[in-house]
């Protein structure tokens, strides 16, 4: 019965099948990194604050990335509108540009790690470095799972392939994307700014 | 098909996130009380995080079948985040 009514749910609403299985993909995303953001403010004001390490991390090349990133999220949503305008010579512009923005971003993330691990804060350098570590890191892998769909799907459409189901890739292509910048905007105040 | 013209441009939106991200750098610098300040961003951050739910993942369009799917699992998670509170406090 409860399938029925779940099948009957996504019929009624036209909810494309993909669709459905990313948001349930994203939820279960939620609960990854909800539980790691709530252990680390937990852990944080149980332990009064770790300021003295938070100090040293840098606000200023985190507030670049967010730009990136934000930048990033921007230009996927113009490609899905591209798509749905079916305009497909706009397209792979945007998603070009959403590569090259979250390369980027994996880039300067990669600066940052480097001057941070040179003055000695590893992840086992403390708690707060073992969670700035796993946090960040785990989303960087996010941010380059996506850069490497985004790639795949510049190359179907510069190749002029599969447009029907690059239309709807696009679109699960930028919910994903946009839970990656959403998961930074409470990363960035939570590890940089507090 | 929805009538997006309705709603503001995803520029107009990226325009407010890029202003929000300096809001709360402000807050951030300027000396207000610790409190007041990290009480400021997260509000900001919850801002952000809803215009971008709203417009860029298209929430604004949304059934109410996807709005459970999402909302389901961030109710839980604050709910078993909440139910800690106590015990880190009164473990301090």
Known sequence: MTTVSIEAARVGERIPSGKLAMWWFLASEIMTFGGLLAAFVLRRFAAGGWEDQAAHVSTRIAAFNTLLLVSSSLTLVQAHAAVKADQ?????PYLLCTIV????????KGYEYSGEIAHGFTPSAGPFWSF?????????????????????LYVLVIRG????????????????????????IFLFPLVYLS | ????????????????????????????YVPF?????????FT?????????ARHYMHLRTEGLLIYAIAGVPVLLLLGLTL???????FRR
Not at chain 2, 83 to 89: C, G
Request: contains cysteine; aromatic residues 14%.
């Open chain 1, 88 to 92: 497909r010579n706009r397209v792979a």
């Open chain 1, 101 to 108: 923005l979250g390369l980027a971003f994996l880039a300067v």
């Open chain 1, 132 to 152: 700035y570590y796993g946090l960040t890191g785990l989303h960087a892998l996010h941010v380059l799972a996506g850069v490497i769909v985004n790639a795949a």
């Open chain 1, 161 to 184: 392939r599969l447009w029907p189901r690059v239309q709807q890739r696009v679109e699960y292509a930028g919910l994903y994307w946009h839970f990656v910048d959403i998961v930074w």
């Open chain 2, 1 to 28: 098909m929805s009538d997006e013209s309705r709603f503001p441009s995803y520029v107009a939106i990226w325009s407010w996130l890029v202003a929000l991200l300096v809001a709360a750098l402000f807050c951030a």
């Open chain 2, 33 to 41: 009380g610790k409190a007041l300040a990290i009480f400021l961003i």
């Open chain 2, 44 to 52: 900001l951050a919850v801002i952000k995080a809803f215009l971008v």
């Open chain 2, 83 to 89: 139910a800690l509170v106590p015990d880190i406090i």
